[in-house]
């Protein structure tokens, strides 16, 4: 197969936008190919990655909106929904494209609009990717988090404080974001006095709702300079499926679905936990950040919550994990989320992370669907 680089990325403002998805999609578009000098209608295949555009705004056809509105007619397009792990799951279908030979060029856009709908409609959006018969039961993903935070808490021993380090952590590093939606700090003691939402875990323990978009743009490896003299190669993407009901799972600290895909990525990559040098995580909730740390082999099991007070995870620890903010900080548009991951991957390991910036030449991006329904790992590197 075909070497596959990423030789742009844009990302827009996080938080409450004006307009409707394709707005954001076509900002962070534009802002991509101008980033490489690229015209739209050079583009060979054109992805959106999108969860859920039909049920926050009744629109359809995303993707030949796109193309329309910013001048990639001709192209080949494609709607990527693999649930609130969409956008990992359209780098997924990027790379396949070009490593595949079917393109040289290849735009991934992510993008959601959700702030325009109450906390509770967008929450039923989301929880109806859970099995039906947890949905009809009222079973939303919070719930499954503060359900499997205690098993983790009990199972392991581990301080309560420990999930509100990840908090804070990830808040301080939104700082420093100037796409995230909340740069504001926070203390351990503002995440515990925090209003409860799924005991044990409060409001700070959750990521916000949001809108915005991200994208980057793939070609070959061997054509990548043409382009420009930075740019990041694909070493290993992946993904991977877990059980849909989420209570059939034999232990619920253990997200198969992250396993699975961390171990093909990692393969496929000729490399291994070790050698990471940075990663985001996909912490919706914060005890997601220490199941993803230990299940893709940054620790051992139960342990993940002695690295992140120990400040192992922190941007001047010896792995550090969500330098973007995270979910947390940086917002969670559900289609976007995966490609924002890439976003900021790409920008450490090319030097430009500004205030962000760490010693890196490969990082990895871990996008999770549901309750780790649906998984996608990405492992990139500098090119040479």
Not at 116 to 138: F, N, Q, W
Request: glycine share 10%; charged share 20%.
């Amino acid at each position: 197969m075909t070497d596959v680089a990423i030789i742009g990325a844009s990302m827009t403002q996080f938080g409450e936008r004006d307009g409707w998805v394709c707005d954001l999609l076509a900002e962070a578009a534009t802002a991509c190919l101008d980033d490489t000098g690229v015209r739209a209608d050079a583009l060979d295949h054109l992805y959106v990655s999108n969860m859920a555009s039909g049920e926050f705004e009744g629109q359809t056809g995303v993707p030949n909106a796109l193309a329309h509105d910013i001048g990639a007619l001709g192209a080949y397009t494609q709607r990527v929904d693999q649930t609130s792990s969409s956008g990992g799951a359209g780098i997924y279908a990027a790379w396949q494209s070009i490593a595949s030979g079917a393109s040289d060029l290849t735009l991934l856009v992510g993008g959601e609009k959700m702030t325009h709908r109450t906390t509770g409609e967008a929450t039923d959006v989301i929880a109806s990717l859970t099995h039906p018969h947890e949905y009809k039961h009222g079973v939303t993903l919070p719930s499954f988090a503060g359900l499997t935070a205690r098993a983790y808490l009990d199972q392991y021993d581990a301080p309560r404080e420990a999930l509100a380090e990840v908090a804070v952590k990830n808040h301080a590093n939104g700082v420093d974001n100037p796409h995230a939606q909340f740069r504001k700090e926070i203390n351990r003691e503002t995440a515990l006095d925090s209003p409860l939402v799924a005991d044990p875990l409060r409001l700070y323990d959750f990521c916000p709702i949001t809108d915005g978009s991200a994208a980057l743009l793939f070609c070959p490896v061997d054509v990548a300079r043409e382009y420009t003299d930075d740019y990041v190669r694909v070493a290993g993407v992946a993904g991977a499926t877990d059980t849909h009901v989420v209570h059939e799972r034999p232990d619920p600290t253990t997200m198969n679905g992250v396993v699975k895909s961390g171990e093909r990525a990692f393969e496929q990559a000729g490399l291994s936990p070790e050698d990471v040098d940075v990663a985001e995580l996909h912490d919706m909730f914060t005890i997601l950040e220490f199941l993803q740390y230990e299940d893709l082999g940054f620790a051992e099991k139960g342990h993940a919550w002695e690295d992140a007070m120990d400040g192992t995870t922190a941007r001047d620890g010896d792995l550090p994990i969500n330098t973007s903010g995270g979910l947390k900080s940086k917002g969670h548009p559900l289609g976007a989320s995966g490609v924002a991951q890439g976003y900021e991957i790409y920008k450490q390991l090319v030097g430009e992370a500004g205030d962000r910036q760490v010693d890196a030449e490969v990082g990895l991006a871990c996008n999770v669907g549901g309750f780790g329904n649906c998984v996608t790992t990405a492992i990139f590197e500098v090119g040479a």
